[in-house]
């Protein structure tokens, strides 16, 4: 497994419901983040863990979004109550330090909510 | 907040021919530029990354240029082929924890 993997790859859900979103990243990187692409429009940047310092959670949309990471392995994004505006891709990225490396995508979660 | 624009949102070419995407960055206090491809269906894969003190980056037929003073970066590609057909998204990154994406250029190379 040499790189990022996400799970699930699709996911549909009910409006109301809670799903969870998982993130295995490269083994060693220091860095992930989650990141949201909704149909038509740009990436955007949702959160961003660094080790074990503080996770900059500027970019989430709503407290209905939580995300958590253990040390430096999975990380798993919780959206609490879903709304039919949540239905995106969700991707997560690892890199090995924070700032100028390269950012490694996986596959992304592809969330439909009814 | 740092706002980037990628034009044209779309672009198509014959085979063979040289092409320039471009994107536009309104912060010019970046850490670093990177360009992205994405195919339907699959996850971003990175193409270059130039850092903000480089002014361009070369990987096969793809070239970046970074011009930090004025805003831009362009993403040149050299004879076309209908495999480099996907979404190209240019990414500023403006700090050690973000990156700020445009929306786009979907390149099309027909056979």
């Known amino acids: 497994g040499a790189g990022v993997s996400q799970s699930p790859s699709n996911k549909v859900t009910e409006k109301g419901k809670d799903v969870e979103l998982r993130c295995d990243p490269i083994?060693?990187?220091?860095?992930l983040y989650w990141y949201r692409q909704r149909l038509g429009q740009g990436l955007e940047f949702l959160i961003y863990?660094?080790?074990?310092?503080?996770?900059?959670k500027s970019g989430l949309p709503s407290d209905r979004f939580s995300a958590e990471r253990t040390g430096e392995s999975v990380s798993t994004l919780t959206i609490q109550r879903t709304q039919q505006e949540d239905s995106a891709v969700y991707l997560c990225?690892?890199?090995?330090?924070?700032?100028?490396?390269?950012?490694?995508f996986g596959p992304g979660t592809r969330l439909l909510v009814l | 907040k740092q706002e980037v624009t990628q034009i044209p949102a779309a672009l198509s070419v014959p085979e063979g021919e040289n092409l320039v995407l471009n994107c536009s960055f309104t912060?010019?206090?970046?850490?670093?530029l990177q360009w992205f491809r994405q195919d339907p269906g699959k996850g971003l894969t990175s193409l270059l990354l130039?850092?903000?003190?480089?002014r361009e980056q070369t990987s096969g037929r793809l070239n970046a240029s970074l011009d930090k003073s004025s805003g831009r970066s362009t993403l040149y590609i050299a004879a076309s082929q209908p495999g480099d057909s996907a979404t190209y998204l240019c990414?500023?990154?403006?700090?050690?924890?973000?990156?700020?994406f445009g929306t786009g250029t979907r390149l099309t190379v027909i056979p």
């Open positions: 990225a690892s890199s090995p330090i924070a700032g100028g490396e390269t950012q490694y």
């Open positions: 083994s060693g990187h220091t860095a």
């Open positions: 863990f660094q080790g074990n310092s503080a996770p900059d």
């Open positions: 912060d010019s206090a970046i850490y670093n």
């Open positions: 130039i850092q903000s003190s480089q």
């Open positions: 990414a500023v990154i403006g700090g050690a924890n973000n990156l700020f």
